[in-house]
């Protein structure tokens, strides 16, 4: 079955970086896009970025601060993001599809 789990998130203060990854199994991993959606408290679900062959898209508020990528040998999908802000604190989810199947989540805080 499709299983997708994130790894990665933290405690980090504004400015900072953290690298999250999704490890992904049970489907045929290259030839679907992935994406990352996140969630704060109180918020809709947010579709921060998705890749698929050779294209990515980002949401407004994260252009040029953080980056997806993909190892399609190791079915993995990575968040890169730099320059954390408090606003980016949320649950960070790995998604197939994007939006089809969801990882359990990784926490993110950014602390001011």
């Known amino acids: 079955q499709v299983r997708l789990v994130e790894s990665g998130g933290g ?3 504004a400015g900072g970086s953290l690298r999250l990854s999704c490890a992904a199994s049970g489907f045929t991993f290259s030839i679907y896009t992935m994406g990352w959606y996140r969630q704060a408290p109180g918020k809709e679900r947010e579709l921060v970025a998705t890749i698929s062959r050779g294209r990515t898209t980002y949401a407004d508020s994260v252009k040029g601060r953080f980056t997806i990528s993909r190892d399609n040998a190791k ?3 990575n968040l890169q993001m730099n320059s954390l802000k408090p ?3 949320a649950v960070y989810y790995c ?3 994007p939006g089809n199947y969801w990882g359990q989540g990784t ?3 950014v602390s001011s």
């Open 95 to 97: 998604t197939r599809g």
């Open 11 to 13: 405690l980090v203060q």
């Open 75 to 77: 079915n993995m999908v």
């Open 87 to 89: 606003e980016d604190t």
């Open 107 to 109: 926490q993110v805080t």
